[in-house]
Structure formats: C-alpha cells, structure tokens
C-alpha cells in the first residue's frame, strides 16, 4: 500500500508562482508513476501534469505546458510540482496520484493510477 502526502498548497495572486510536494510511503515508490490531478466543484477531475517511473518522460495539459514542470527526487520518494504564472483559472484542489500505466497515453488519465493523495487546495485571485 502506497501512502501519499501532498505539501505546499496555498493562495496567491495571478502570475505568482506555488510548488506542491507529494511524498510517498510503502514499497516501490520508484516503480510508479507519479501524476498531478485537479478538480473543481462541480467538474470532472482533470489531468495536470505526469511523470515516468525512471523520470525520463513527463506529460503536461495543454493547458499548464510552459508554466507547470513536474520532477521526482527517487531518494527521497518525492514528486514536486512547480507551478509558474499562475491564472485564475488554475484555482482548484489538486491530487497527487501513483500508479503503473499500461502506456504513455495511460498517463494522462485517472484510470492509470491507483493511489491518490488526499487533495490539497491552490486558490489564484485576479
């Protein structure tokens, strides 16, 4: 069983700039995937951002490329999220997920992880 604890939400201000931590416990952590969920009230769940379980390849969201970078530390069983120029509609709470995709494509989807951090919730204001 794989435990995952998300760090660093918050508020700030359009254009600013957060860094989540997701630190996992239990076996294997460098055998999983690591990806970056969020969800609004109201809406599905959507993919943000993915990481390979060697760290050689990362997947983005159309709509964070460019400003979102996703790295894992395997040492310390740690996937960070740094989130750059930050909009409004980036408010959200945001899940860190474990799993072993089937595939690349598998990576932007919830159906590829099976653990899920407990959210935590990032607010931009105008």
């Known amino acids: 069983q794989v435990q995952l604890i998300e760090s660093g939400g918050g508020s700030v201000q359009a254009g600013g700039s957060l860094r989540f931590s997701c630190k996992a416990s239990g076996p294997s952590f460098s055998a999983y995937a690591m990806g970056w969920f969020r969800q609004v009230s109201g809406r599905e769940r959507e993919f943000v951002a993915a990481?390979?379980?060697?760290?050689?390849?990362?997947y983005y969201a159309e709509s964070v490329k460019g400003r979102f970078i996703i790295s894992r530390e395997s040492a310390r069983n740690t996937v960070t999220l740094q989130m750059d120029s930050l909009k409004p509609e980036d408010t959200a709470v945001y899940y860190c997920?474990?799993?072993?995709?089937?595939?690349?494509?598998?990576?932007?989807?919830?159906?590829?992880?099976?653990?899920w951090g407990q959210g935590t919730q990032v607010t931009v204001s105008s």
């Open positions: 990481i390979s379980w060697n760290g050689d390849s990362q």
């Open positions: 997920a474990a799993g072993r995709p089937w595939n690349d494509g598998d990576h932007y989807f919830q159906r590829g992880y099976t653990y």
